[in-house]
T-cell receptor, first 116, second 115 residues
Framework: ETGVTQTPRHLVMGMTNKKSLKCEQH?????MYWYKQSAKKPLELMFV???????ENNSVPSRFSPECPNSSHLFLHLHTLQPEDSALYLC???????????????FGPGTRLTVT | KQEVTQIPAALSVPEGENLVLNCSFT??????LQWFRQDPGKGLTSLLL?????REQTSGRLNASLDKSSGRSTLYIAASQPGDSATYLC??????????????FGQGTILTVHP
């Protein structure tokens, strides 16, 4: 596997379910990101992890819970979601943000989430 | 709060045309600007990254320019092909504050190139 991979690619879940999205990067990066892309809205940053430490939470509801066990893996745990949470969830990675934020971000293919 | 606007929202051209996509941002204090391509239902592919100290970057038929002081960037596509059909997204990383790595995106330009 190369680049940034995400699983599953598609997920349908009920509002009472608990599920997790997984992201893995094979680029030797140390920063990872979760983004949300809803229909007719710009991509929104959700979380940033830099060297396994969360450095950004963009006012995301607590029903979304990120986890970064190491620099190569990033999870997004989901519980009691709402239908308006249906979207494409994209993971990205970049070089570690130690000396500055200006590194190119590489994106995975996304997970298409539908909440019923 | 940084806002990124892309014009036009959609563009349809015949194959072979040269075209320009526009991006503007309200806060000129940025670290860099990145252009992405997104195919339907897919993730983003990075096309070009321009650091704040640079004025342009080129890759093949693509050329991106940056005028930081006026808050504008353009993506020029030469000799367009049907395979260029996709949504093109512009994004900036703000300087200052603690929002390291935070990309602010525009809504994109949907490009269709007809054979």
């Amino acid at each position: 596997e190369t680049g940034v991979t995400q699983t599953p690619r598609h997920l349908v879940m009920g509002m009472t379910n608990k599920k997790s999205l997984k992201c893995e990067q094979h680029l030797g990066h140390n920063a990872m990101y979760w983004y949300k892309q809803s229909a007719k809205k710009p991509l929104e940053l959700m979380f940033v992890y830099n060297f396994k430490e969360q450095t950004e939470n963009n006012s995301v509801p607590s029903r979304f819970s990120p986890e970064c066990p190491n620099s190569s893996h990033l999870f997004l745990h989901l519980h009691t979601l709402q239908p308006e949470d249906s979207a494409l969830y994209l993971c990205a990675s970049s070089q570690g943000l130690r000396r500055g934020p200006g590194y190119e971000q590489y994106f995975g293919p996304g997970t298409r989430l539908t909440v019923t | 709060k940084q806002e990124v606007t892309q014009i036009p929202a959609a563009l349809s051209v015949p194959e072979g045309e040269n075209l320009v996509l526009n991006c503007s941002f309200t806060d000129s204090a940025i670290y860099n600007l990145q252009w992405f391509r997104q195919d339907p239902g897919k993730g983003l592919t990075s096309l070009l990254l321009i650091q704040s100290s640079q004025r342009e970057q080129t890759s093949g038929r693509l050329n991106a320019s940056l005028d930081k002081s006026s808050g504008r960037s353009t993506l020029y596509i030469a000799a367009s092909q049907p395979g260029d059909s996709a949504t093109y997204l512009c994004a900036v990383v703000n300087a200052g504050g603690t929002s390291y790595g935070k990309l602010t995106f525009g809504q994109g330009t949907i490009l269709t190139v007809h054979p």
